[in-house]
């Protein structure tokens, strides 16, 4: 299976721009809040819709990839891969409970927040049902979804905070809201695994020249096209709701970019008018390393809390800051590989636990 490096450059692009805005957040003074408003009502979402939308395109080629290898392996079998899948969420959904919880005890809090670890996490046990569903019975549950969560918060904002039945939906669905609450988040990553699902199928074609027509004309062009489409209506829906976080407009307007963006940079990946692997490479480190930056990025909120200006200091910091992770990400790569990389670690010890429990069944007497 060929290996498509635009979207491993996509999720590394929205994990540099998680971890661009915390430093935004961690360590610009009070007195510049207008820029932390501005970056993160253009960043944020893309960064957040990005990471999900992308990491839905990853489990429907990871899926699908799967069940190639379950048809032509005598020893793999699609209960194994169904283990090793939601062994992999469990996993990543206890890491994001013991994060929580080090957030609760340091700055106080919720043991049950909607990180991106938790939405993740959440998003693909949900979404594994879903995987063999069809493409557009998908997209439309993830579109239903989205606009769902909208009236659900109109009805449950009331009672936030309430000790009531109502209240707890509140703070199972939304806390925060400011965070990547599940239920816009799975229609995203429900939408990417749609997409997923058309640059398989695509991808499966053997004769080079099909293939690229058919990138190119049958889906490129029209997911750009659909890219292009979202991003206006997002704008102009509700104007100027785009600007602030988790609206209906803010998740087009973002999932039409984070579409646009991917579409562009694989029709100039098939086209081959630029080498991927060699130009993208620093967001690629994004992508291998993404679980791991995501958690080891944190302790940097100390280093500068609230002390940078917004005309220089905080440019100058982040500007160095990128430059050493780059060095360090490419350094780690090369040394030590999968071996720092907790997505890497998760899913050899996920496949590690399921062939162990199929093992342990099939040698367990009648």
């Known amino acids: 299976m060929r290996r498509i490096n635009s979207v491993d450059t996509v999720r590394g692009l929205s994990m540099f721009l998680m971890v661009f805005g915390h430093l935004i957040v961690w360590w610009l003074r009070p007195e510049d809040a207008w820029l932390e408003f501005w970056l993160y009502a253009f960043l944020k979402p893309l960064g957040a819709t990005g990471f999900l939308f992308v990491s839905g395109i990853s489990a429907a080629l990871s899926f699908r990839n799967y069940q190639n290898t379950v048809k032509d392996s005598d020893k793999l079998s699609m209960t194994t891969v169904r283990n090793v899948y939601l062994l992999r969420a469990i996993f990543i959904l206890i890491i994001a409970f013991i994060f929580n919880l080090f957030n609760a005890l340091i700055w106080g809090g919720s043991i049950w927040e909607w990180n991106a670890l938790q939405t993740i996490g959440f998003s693909l046990i949900l979404a594994w049902?879903?995987?063999?569903?069809?493409?557009?019975?998908?997209i439309f549950l993830g579109i239903a979804m989205i606009i769902v969560n909208q009236l659900i918060l109109n009805l449950l904002l009331l009672y936030e905070g309430e000790a009531s039945l109502f209240g707890f939906l509140f703070h199972l669905l939304f806390n925060p809201l400011d965070q990547y609450v599940i239920l816009i988040y799975l229609g995203v990553f429900i939408i990417?695994?749609?997409?997923?699902?058309?640059?398989?199928?695509?991808?499966?074609?053997?004769?080079?020249s099909k293939r690229k027509y058919m990138f190119k004309n049958r889906l490129l062009i029209h997911t750009l096209i659909i890219g292009i489409f979202l991003i206006v209506f997002g704008i102009f829906y509700q104007f100027p709701n785009f600007l602030y976080f988790n609206t209906i407009s803010s998740i087009a307007f973002a999932v039409g970019l984070v579409i646009t963006i991917l579409s562009s940079l694989m029709l100039i990946e098939v086209l081959e008018k630029i080498k991927t692997t060699k130009n993208y490479k620093y967001f690629f480190y994004y992508s291998y390393y993404s679980f791991t930056i995501f958690l080891l990025h944190n302790p940097l909120i100390f280093l500068f809390t609230k002390q940078l200006n917004a005309y220089f200091t905080i440019w100058l910091a982040i500007a160095v800051g990128i430059i050493i992770f780059g060095v360090i990400l490419r350094a780690t790569y090369k040394k030590i590989r999968e071996k720092a990389s907790l997505k890497a670690v998760l899913s050899i010890i996920s496949f590690f636990i399921a062939t162990e429990l199929i093992e342990k069944k099939t040698k367990r007497p009648a």
Do not use: D, Q, V
Request: no cysteine; aromatic share 12%; proline share 4%.
């Open 192 to 208: 990417g695994s749609a997409i997923g699902e058309y640059i398989y199928k695509i991808n499966l074609i053997e004769e080079e």
């Open 129 to 138: 049902p879903l995987l063999k569903t069809s493409k557009l019975f998908r």
